[in-house]
């Protein structure tokens, strides 16, 4: 899982409630991503962030928030308007581009909200 | 639509067998594509990754081939080990866009 933590590897919450998911990374990477993995399908980018104080949406950011305030760290959050919430999350972090460089993934956050 | 199809979509092989993973593509324009082994409840780790140019590419026992006129990509594992046991997935890089993700074969070892 290289340098990039995330935590907790499992989260339970009520539904209706908002959840932070951590990522940290000492690779000294510019970029962040945060995927979505659903049994059966293939990863789907919810947003990344190139660089410190800027992100942008993936493919299916509705839901979701996210902010890059360090060049560590890059939390998610879930909030209540994502219908489907469980799955299971994982952050990604690579030196530049990730069209371009190596995409280091962390160990996942599996999130349950009933 | 660019697409990235895997087949089979789960395999069960014994262990010391060989066996091959296919990737076919649809993305266009191409940069690379890659092949990552994901561990149940782990992140993905990157086994190869090869660019337009490359037709054979090695980590260990893994041995990755791309056809880029058929669109084609396969993985091959020597000698299986139960710690093979794994989803494999299929990632192509589009050109100044996106990472287009298969969704993965799950390979079974049984001893």
């Known amino acids: 899982d290289g340098g990039i933590t995330q935590s907790p590897k499992y989260l339970f919450r009520k539904e209706g409630q908002n959840v932070t998911l951590s990522c940290e990374q000492n690779l000294n990477h510019d970029a962040m991503y945060w995927y979505r993995q659903d049994p059966g399908q293939g990863l789907r980018l919810i947003y990344y962030?190139?660089?410190?104080?800027?992100?942008q949406k993936g493919d299916i950011a509705e839901g979701y928030s996210v902010s890059r305030e360090k060049k560590e760290s890059f939390p998610l959050t879930v909030t209540s308007a994502q219908k489907n919430p469980t799955a299971f999350y994982l952050c990604?972090?690579?030196?530049?581009?990730?069209?371009?460089?190596?995409?280091?993934f962390g160990p996942g956050t599996r999130l349950t909200v009933t | 639509k660019n697409q990235v199809e895997q087949s089979p979509q789960s395999l069960i092989i014994l262990e010391g067998k060989n066996c091959t993973l296919q990737c076919n593509y649809t993305v266009s324009p191409f940069s690379n594509l890659r092949w990552y082994k994901q561990d149940t409840g782990r992140g993905p780790v990157s086994l190869t990754i090869?660019?337009?140019?490359?037709n054979t590419k090695s980590n260990g026992r893994y041995t990755a081939t791309l056809d880029a006129d058929t669109k084609q990509s396969s993985l091959h594992i020597t000698a299986s080990q139960l710690s093979d046991s794994a989803s494999y997935i299929c990632?192509?890089?589009?050109?100044?866009?996106?990472?287009?993700f298969g969704k993965g074969t799950t390979l079974s070892v049984s001893s």
């Open positions: 962030s190139q660089i410190v104080n800027d992100f």
């Open positions: 990604a972090s690579s030196e530049g581009n990730a069209k371009s460089y190596e995409q280091y």
């Open positions: 990632v192509v890089s589009q050109a100044g866009t996106a990472l287009i």
């Open positions: 090869m660019t337009f140019s490359e």
